[in-house]
């Protein structure tokens, strides 16, 4: 489907030439490398449409995220709209494909029997497709766990005549998605197809025309460049912006988690607190000291404590630094649905270990329900793990951050930000924390050094309070009774260990990952 004009008054066809050229394609593989954000996705979902709605085939799209696929089939949904085709309702459900694996699933039905599926990328989906004239739709490749996998089901359907279609920026050069572009460009896949549509491609195909007249802005000869200027700036170094605009995949490790799901997870009003500890505060006695991180507790923590629902769960991560790292405390909500929430974030730089420990213990006990607390024991670390195993017990987890920890752990709360099933605070420190997470040889962790163009005052310290805080989330040691005590109290607000509520005997969770204080 090239496209007649389209429906905005800008002179340029539906489809802008770089958008035609992709749904014309029928190549049984078809793989794109792109910038982001220049309408792939959208345009790729009408030529699907007419390949379900004629009928020819079924179509199968995959991605990383649960909004990504809601997103495409809502496309669908408004070409057929478009295109005067008759259509069934979108339903939505969940689809167990496995004895222990479950995922979420759109449709969108046609008269003539067949049906656009979208669903979040699972390999075993796939193993039932390859009906004559069906076709599968990876999209943002590049950010699928074990693509390989995928690919291999995938492949299934061109034996009976149907394609499969590739969508991705790219992350990394050592993704496997980096790895098939360069082996089309070897010639070792001679019937597969390779776009590459930059930034500048699209801008030139008339983009940036086309967004002012959706938008309804006056559209000026140099609306072009302020455009281009001003998306290049919103990246932190020039890497980074060659690798999501330029289709030039960035040299190390490829990033874990991408900014689309990062930022979907995100919402306004969850706030970020910091506290830096001067010289001149390091210097003062520990009373002192204590006194007015009392008093900072009290203005700024206590009415953010104050907002949780006390029927909701609680729990809270804790990674440890001293002076060049920062202390982030995550506390996390569980609601009644099981989504979860970071209420708010607290990060300390160059706080000495007996102020970071009357933060924890005051924002802990202030924890409705609280049900789990892990705090990172390795190296310094490891006092304040005691320290929380004095106040807690059971319910507190010394854990050592090692690549075991990072391999059993990411999936999940990665599984859990895909499926929107997760609300981080909007803050651009989080999103860098966040973005920091690498795939290093197969694992995905924090860089022991920095991320080249990125700030050398964050190492994925509020990334692993949050990764931390989701591990203790799962635990199922028990829960807390709730009482709150004024923030900054040093009394135990239950009166000593014995009156803790221990449903069971203590133990090593997490595969062995404490630090002695099981």
């Known amino acids: ?21 992709w749904n014309r394609d029928r190549a049984p593989v078809a793989v794109i490398e792109k910038s982001r954000r220049i309408g792939i996705s959208w345009s790729d979902a009408a030529e699907r449409v007419l390949h379900a709605a004629e009928p020819v085939g079924h179509v199968a799209y995959q991605s990383y995220a649960k909004d990504m696929t809601g997103g495409y089939i809502s496309d669908c949904a408004d070409w057929a709209k478009r295109f005067g085709k ?20 759109y449709e969108l039905a046609f008269p003539g029997g067949r049906a656009i599926q979208a669903l979040t990328s699972s390999a075993r989906q796939l193993r039932s497709r390859g009906r004559p004239g069906d076709i599968v739709v990876i999209d943002e490749a590049a950010f699928v766990d074990d693509l390989a996998a995928v690919l291999q089901a995938a492949m299934a359907v061109t034996v009976w005549g149907g394609s499969v279609r590739i969508i991705s920026t790219h992350n990394g050069d050592d993704s496997e998605f980096a790895d098939l572009v360069r082996d089309i460009r070897a010639g070792r896949y001679p019937d597969f197809s390779l776009h590459t549509v930059t930034l500048a491609d699209a801008i030139g195909a008339g983009l940036v025309r086309r967004i002012h007249s959706v938008t309804g802005r006056p559209y000026t000869p140099d609306s072009d460049a302020e455009f281009e200027a001003g998306i290049r700036a919103r990246y932190k170094d020039g890497d980074t912006a060659a690798e999501e605009l330029d289709c030039a995949p960035r040299a190390g490790g490829s990033t874990y988690l991408p900014r689309a799901l990062i930022e979907g997870c995100m919402r306004e009003g969850l706030p970020v607190l910091q506290y830096t500890g001067s010289a001149e505060f390091n210097a003062r006695a520990e009373p002192e000291r204590r006194a007015e991180m009392r008093d900072w507790i009290r203005e700024r923590v206590h009415p953010l404590l104050d907002t949780l629902t006390p029927e909701e769960r609680h729990a809270m991560g804790f990674d440890v630094a001293r002076t060049q790292h920062l202390s982030a405390i995550a506390p996390l909500a569980i ?4 989504h979860r929430t970071v209420p708010f974030v607290v990060e300390m730089r160059n ?34 793990a005691e320290a929380a195993a004095d106040e807690w017990g059971p319910l507190a987890q010394g854990v050592q951050i090692n690549e075991r920890f990072y391999r059993e752990r990411w999936p999940p709360l990665k599984r859990r930000m895909e499926d929107a099933a997760i609300t981080l605070p909007r803050d651009d420190g989080v999103l860098e924390d966040m973005r920091s997470v690498t795939l290093i040889r197969g694992v995905p962790r924090v860089p022991d050094r920095p991320v080249k163009g990125r700030s050398r005052d964050r190492h994925g310290d509020t990334a692993i309070a949050v990764l931390l805080a989701d591990t203790a989330a799962d635990d199922d040691t028990g829960t807390l009774a709730h009482r709150a005590v004024p923030a900054g109290d040093d009394s135990r607000p239950w009166g000593g260990q014995d009156s803790w509520i221990r449903p069971g005997t203590a133990r090593a969770p997490f595969g062995g990952w404490t630090h002695g204080h099981a």
């Open 351 to 384: 706080v000495p270990h007996k102020q970071q420990e009357q933060v924890m213990v005051s924002i802990g006990r202030n924890l409705p329900r609280l049900c789990g607390v892990c705090v990172d024991a390795t190296g310094l670390g490891s006092y304040l």
């Open 86 to 105: 008759a259509v069934h309702e979108v339903t939505e459900r969940d689809v167990r494909i496995g004895d222990d694996e479950h995922v979420h699933q």
């Open 1 to 21: 489907m090239t496209g007649a004009q389209g429906a905005w008054d800008d002179g340029l066809p539906l489809l802008l030439d770089y958008q035609a050229a």
């Open 335 to 338: 609601g009644r649905g099981l």
